[in-house]
């Protein structure tokens, strides 16, 4: 018998719509399978994320999106700018990307710096700040270093990948993660978990939200693990993406 529900499985997913070359009907179409896959959350674009969060209103799906998506290179300023739009717009969880070049570079100081100023935005908002590190760049050291500066800024998640770095989630990688967070401080897997049986794996390690755009394929193997009845609806693919 299994030791979960649907909805303990079904709110780790972070429903993704973040392919650049994603059509508004694809974006709309993706944000009814997660409303009808009650999922956690929508990460859409965030040129549509004020659509996404109306489309969202009176549902248990948070709208979500991202700063300083996919290469982290932008500056402070410009990611402030972008989180204080997505808060105006109604985003309840804000993706943001580390300066992957500061962190090669070791300016620790700047990483942190930065990953703050957008924590106590987001947090005198109410929102969530998961802080993506694009690990496939990454040496282990410098991955335990930023889970040491999330932590100590109060970040609520701490993300493998954007899902467009060489290489995405890894077991290894996650439990490293698991390894140097305390709580509150969560851990997101993106990027590499395609199937249900990784899901439930990553789940029982302590990983707590999913970034996938193959929710649908997921979601209905768990449904079927429990018995339960068939979500019909319109399907369409994902495009290009890692995820």
């Known amino acids: 018998m299994a030791n979960f529900s649907y909805s303990d499985v079904s709110k780790m997913i972070d429903h993704s719509l973040l392919n650049p070359t994603m059509t508004v009907e694809q974006l709309e179409a993706g944000v009814q ?4 896959y009650d999922v956690g959350s929508v ?9 996404c969060a109306e489309l969202l209103a009176g549902t248990t799906v948070a ?14 300023r410009t990611k402030l700018v ?48 998961k802080v993506i590190f694009e690990n496939c760049y990454l040496k282990d050291d410098q991955k335990v270093q930023l889970c040491k500066i999330c932590c100590s800024v109060g970040v609520d998640w701490v993300k493998t990948s954007t899902g467009y770095g060489t290489g995405g989630a890894t ?25 249900c049986d990784a899901l439930l794996k990553v789940r029982d390690m302590g990983v707590t939200r999913v970034g996938s755009s193959r929710t649908a394929e ?22 290009g993406s890692s995820y």
């Open 171 to 195: 077991m290894e990688d996650l439990q490293l993660m698991l390894d140097n967070v305390q709580t509150p401080v969560q851990v997101k897997a993106a990027g590499g978990i395609r199937d």
């Open 33 to 36: 399978l997660a409303i009808a």
């Open 82 to 129: 972008e989180a204080e739009q997505l808060i105006a717009d109604g985003c309840l969880e804000l993706d943001m990307v580390s300066n992957i070049s500061a962190v090669l570079s070791g300016n620790w100081k700047q990483v942190e710096s930065e990953i703050e100023v957008i924590v106590k935005l987001s947090h005198a908002a109410n929102r969530r700040v």
């Open 218 to 239: 997921m979601l209905d193997e768990v449904r079927r693990r429990l018995g339960l009845s068939t979500i019909e609806l319109i399907k369409v693919a994902p495009v």
């Open 63 to 76: 709208p979500s999106s991202t700063v300083g998506f996919p290469h982290g290179g932008n500056t402070t």
């Open 43 to 51: 990460c859409i674009l965030p040129y549509y994320h004020k659509r």
